[in-house]
């Protein structure tokens, strides 16, 4: 039997994407989990039900403001797989059936055109607002085809800008000039794929010979530039993404010149009108006083540029309180923050009366906050006023979509139905104690009378994500409805706490993130919601690698795992597709001070024969250009070596994603839960 070690993979062969010898294994793979999984009734029952949900036309369609004064909205049900980009008016909007403009038909265009679109966004024109450019993804890629689109013709312009597939960037500077970094061939691309070179390319000329305005280097993530369109506060900026977290900025004058913002590089800033917002990752010290990592402070921006450091504080952090995000609208800014995974907003008001934890700036709380649910900012549009858009959910309860104005009324514009039928069931949020002794919040949503059973567990424990509450009817249709128990761990890694929380899980640190979510799944026995047989645990991307991770150093916790498009392979991470852009998140593999500890943890590296270990499933999908499926092929393939119990599916596309339409969706999230239910306990 084969230990895997730094200079011995016998499963490398299936890094090769698409070569025969590896899309045969798949073909073999995906036979023998259909076969196993899909065979009985109770599979095409929850196929169905979930496929309900994915198409409801009673779903909320979630509006995004372009500053043009429509509601834009890019929908997918049963008729329409491959999706509808659509606008309309605010008022008819507000009727139970809006009449939408259609502005384009993704299955129309992809039927006259044979190619699998994927719609991936798209980028207005600001100010005009008649010129688009829309991205295209084939098969769910991250990298797309960039086409220019007219909204007063309904058709792709003639001669417009259109690039080729590639992982782009592109932002409008006006109706004849774009910023772009994209694939010109060698030396245009980072070591991680993205844009190494920035250029302003004009319209009606070829892109490879437009102006280079900005160069990053080779080992960046990716290099930048951006256009503020805003009346009397137009700026132009360039930078380069050194990894993950730092990022070098420059203020781009008329004549070229580059003038550095100077802000620290981890820190996160951001420009309205005259205002320079800065949150910071770790402490920075101005003018003699030091500011704590998680803070979020207010300049103006020419003052601060010319050298002065009046820094007004609009949020520190404590213990249980971190800032989740901000936003703008016209005159105020909204800050979103969360005490113990909860979510707080309230309106910030600058050169106003009051201090209130800052000169100049009056706080107030938002209108039409729902006090027992999750609430969130949909969009706001900082070009015309200061009105927002809210929704309010909870795991049990449906979204509620709301349109305020700050200072003004609110009123509701849509309700979700209900998907699934919740009677009997709450949401209790517990603390679990870490290894180290670290208090770990997690939410259980379920029946509080009922004895221990099946009950699935979630994570994320990376990159500053935070994991907060909302509806899922797919997770009620197949899961809570049919008696199970759903949990969601905050562990160290996200963001939930702050950066504080986020770097205690960082590079040497990660395993404190498994020994967080280990530490919830024991404490779910203990309180006897669950047993070690009938707990589940699933997660996808840096998710999957905990699942990995949990599957190799905890198997007698957990009773079957299910991993989504998982980072397996620690080695060799950073050598496929996307991978060298997270060197910050987890270390090098090539410097054998991280390789020392990446090697403690890494799945691929750490199974071993004569373990029981729990039943798996991997996920994942050929065309993932983000994380390559060859790290849950590699795992699948030496598991089965082994004879364990691993269950495998490779979807044909997708992307990241996984599923590229509702059908995928439905198929993939049928056939989790036909694993879960057959390996923790049939209901």
């Given at each position: 039997?084969?230990?895997?070690?730094?200079?011995?993979?016998?499963?490398?062969?299936?890094?090769?994407?698409?070569?025969?010898?590896?899309?045969?294994?798949?073909?073999?793979?995906?036979?023998?989990?259909?076969?196993?999984?899909?065979?009985?009734?109770?599979?095409?029952?929850?196929?169905?039900?979930?496929?309900?949900?994915?198409?409801?036309?009673?779903?909320?369609?979630?509006?995004?403001?372009?500053?043009?004064?429509?509601?834009?909205?890019?929908?997918?049900?049963?008729?329409?797989?491959?999706?509808?980009?659509?606008?309309?008016?605010?008022?008819?909007?507000?009727?139970?059936?809006?009449?939408?403009?259609?502005?384009?038909?993704?299955?129309?265009?992809?039927?006259?055109?044979?190619?699998?679109?994927?719609?991936?966004?798209?980028?207005?024109?600001?100010?005009?607002?008649?010129?688009?450019?829309?991205?295209?993804?084939?098969?769910?890629?991250?990298?797309?085809?960039?086409?220019?689109?007219?909204?007063?013709?309904?058709?792709?312009?003639?001669?417009?800008?259109?690039?080729?597939?590639?992982?782009?960037?592109?932002?409008?500077?006006?109706?004849?000039?774009?910023?772009?970094?994209?694939?010109?061939?060698?030396?245009?691309l980072t070591v991680s794929g993205y844009p190494r070179v920035v250029r302003r390319w004009r319209r009606g000329t070829p892109?490879?010979?437009?102006?280079?305005?900005?160069?990053?280097?080779?080992?960046?993530?990716?290099?930048?530039?951006?256009?503020?369109?805003?009346?009397?506060?137009?700026?132009?900026?360039?930078?380069?993404?050194?990894?993950?977290?730092?990022?070098?900025?420059?203020?781009?004058?008329?004549?070229?010149?580059?003038?550095?913002?100077?802000?620290?590089?981890?820190?996160?800033?951001?420009?309205?009108?005259?205002?320079?917002?800065?949150?910071?990752?770790?402490?920075?010290?101005?003018?003699?006083?030091?500011?704590?990592?998680?803070?979020?402070?207010?300049?103006?921006?020419?003052?601060?540029?010319?050298?002065?450091?009046?820094?007004?504080?609009?949020?520190?952090?404590?213990?249980?309180?971190?800032?989740?995000?901000?936003?703008?609208?016209?005159?105020?800014?909204?800050?979103?923050?969360?005490?113990?995974?909860?979510?707080?907003?309230?309106?910030?008001?600058?050169?106003?009366?009051?201090?209130?934890?800052?000169?100049?700036?009056?706080?107030?709380?938002?209108?039409?906050?729902?006090?027992?649910?999750?609430?969130?900012?949909?969009?706001?549009?900082?070009?015309?006023?200061?009105?927002?858009?809210?929704?309010?959910?909870?795991?049990?309860?449906?979204?509620?979509?709301?349109?305020?104005?700050?200072?003004?009324?609110?009123?509701?514009?849509?309700?979700?139905?209900?998907?699934?039928?919740?009677?009997?069931?709450?949401?209790?949020?517990?603390?679990?104690?870490?290894?180290?002794?670290?208090?770990?919040?997690?939410?259980?949503?379920?029946?509080?009378?009922?004895?221990?059973?099946?009950?699935?567990?979630?994570?994320?424990?990376?990159?500053?994500?935070?994991?907060?509450?909302?509806?899922?009817?797919?997770?009620?249709?197949?899961?809570?409805?049919?008696?199970?128990?759903?949990?969601?761990?905050?562990?160290?890694?996200?963001?939930?706490?702050?950066?504080?929380?986020?770097?205690?899980?960082?590079?040497?640190?990660?395993?404190r993130a498994y020994e967080d979510f280990a530490a919830v799944a024991t404490d779910l026995v203990t309180r006897g919601i669950?047993?070690?047989?009938?707990?589940?645990?699933?997660?996808?991307?840096?998710?999957?690698?905990?699942?990995?991770?949990?599957?190799?150093?905890?198997?007698?916790?957990?009773?079957?795992?299910?991993?989504?498009?998982?980072?397996?392979?620690?080695?060799?991470?950073?050598?496929?597709?996307?991978?060298?852009?997270?060197?910050?998140?987890?270390?090098?593999?090539?410097?054998?001070?991280?390789?020392?500890?990446?090697?403690?943890?890494?799945?691929?590296?750490?199974?071993?024969?004569?373990?029981?270990?729990?039943?798996?499933?991997?996920?994942?999908?050929?065309?993932?250009?983000?994380?390559?499926?060859?790290?849950?092929?590699?795992?699948?393939?030496?598991?089965?070596?082994?004879?364990?119990?691993?269950?495998?599916?490779?979807?044909?596309?997708?992307?990241?994603?996984?599923?590229?339409?509702?059908?995928?969706?439905?198929?993939?999230?049928?056939?989790?839960?036909?694993?879960?239910?057959?390996?923790?306990?049939?209901?």
């Amino acid at each position: 039997m084969t230990l895997i070690d730094e200079g011995d993979d016998p499963y490398r062969w299936l890094e090769e994407l698409d070569a025969e010898p590896a899309a045969a294994w798949v073909r073999e793979r995906n036979a023998a989990t259909v076969a196993a999984l899909t065979g009985d009734d109770a599979f095409v029952e929850v196929q169905a039900e979930i496929r309900q949900v994915l198409d409801a036309d009673d779903r909320i369609p979630y509006p995004g403001w372009r500053g043009d004064g429509y509601y834009y909205d890019y929908w997918r049900d049963a008729a329409h797989p491959r999706g509808l980009w659509r606008r309309t008016t605010p008022a008819e909007y507000r009727r139970p059936e809006p009449a939408w403009d259609v502005l384009l038909d993704l299955d129309a265009l992809a039927a006259a055109e044979d190619e699998n679109w994927v719609w991936d966004g798209v980028t207005v024109l600001r100010p005009g607002h008649r010129r688009c450019l829309v991205s295209l993804s084939r098969g769910g890629k991250d990298a797309v085809v960039v086409r220019e689109y007219d909204l007063d013709t309904r058709g792709f312009v003639p001669d417009g800008f259109t690039l080729a597939e590639a992982k782009s960037d592109v932002t409008w500077i006006d109706a004849d000039r774009i910023y772009v970094g994209t694939d010109l061939g060698p030396g245009s691309l980072t070591v991680s794929g993205y844009p190494r070179v920035v250029r302003r390319w004009r319209r009606g000329t070829p892109v490879s010979e437009a102006e280079i305005v900005y160069e990053g280097q080779a080992g960046d993530v990716s290099a930048y530039a951006s256009h503020d369109p805003t009346p009397g506060y137009e700026r132009d900026f360039v930078g380069r993404s050194l990894d993950f977290y730092r990022t070098r900025s420059f203020l781009l004058t008329p004549d070229g010149d580059k003038v550095p913002v100077p802000v620290p590089e981890d820190a996160q800033w951001d420009v309205h009108r005259q205002w320079l917002l800065v949150r910071l990752r770790t402490p920075w010290e101005v003018a003699g006083v030091t500011h704590p990592a998680g803070a979020l402070l207010a300049t103006r921006f020419d003052d601060f540029l010319a050298g002065g450091r009046d820094l007004t504080v609009l949020f520190e952090p404590d213990e249980r309180t971190a800032l989740s995000y901000h936003v703008w609208t016209r005159h105020h800014l909204i800050l979103a923050t969360l005490v113990d995974v909860r979510r707080r907003l309230e309106v910030l008001t600058p050169d106003g009366p009051g201090d209130s934890g800052g000169s100049g700036w009056r706080r107030t709380p938002l209108a039409g906050v729902s006090a027992d649910d999750d609430t969130w900012i949909v969009d706001t549009d900082p070009d015309l006023g200061d009105d927002y858009l809210i929704a309010s959910t909870g795991y049990l309860r449906p979204a509620t979509l709301r349109l305020g104005r700050i200072g003004g009324p609110v009123e509701t514009l849509k309700r979700e139905p209900a998907y699934f039928d919740a009677t009997g069931l709450t949401v209790r949020q517990f603390f679990a104690t870490s290894a180290d002794g670290t208090r770990v919040p997690y939410s259980v949503v379920g029946d509080p009378t009922a004895s221990a059973g099946p009950t699935l567990l979630t994570g994320y424990g990376g990159y500053e994500i935070s994991l907060t509450p909302h509806y899922d009817g797919v997770l009620g249709r197949g899961w809570l409805a049919r008696g199970g128990t759903y949990v969601v761990a905050n562990i160290r890694g996200g963001g939930e706490y702050g950066p504080r929380w986020h770097r205690a899980a960082l590079r040497e640190n990660r395993p404190r993130a498994y020994e967080d979510f280990a530490a919830v799944a024991t404490d779910l026995v203990t309180r006897g919601i669950t047993t070690p047989g009938q707990l589940g645990i699933e997660g996808g991307s840096n998710g999957g690698l905990l699942m990995g991770a949990m599957l190799t150093r905890y198997p007698a916790l957990v009773g079957a795992v299910v991993a989504h498009v998982p980072l397996l392979d620690m080695r060799r991470y950073h050598l496929l597709l996307a991978g060298a852009s997270w060197t910050a998140e987890y270390g090098d593999p090539d410097d054998p001070a991280d390789w020392a500890f990446l090697r403690g943890y890494s799945p691929y590296h750490n199974v071993r024969p004569g373990v029981t270990y729990p039943p798996v499933l991997f996920v994942t999908s050929t065309r993932d250009d983000r994380v390559h499926p060859a790290h849950a092929r590699k795992m699948a393939a030496l598991l089965g070596e082994y004879g364990y119990d691993v269950s495998y599916y490779e979807n044909v596309e997708g992307g990241h994603g996984a599923a590229s339409n509702n059908e995928q969706r439905a198929f993939l999230s049928a056939l989790t839960v036909r694993f879960l239910w057959r390996r923790l306990g049939d209901r």
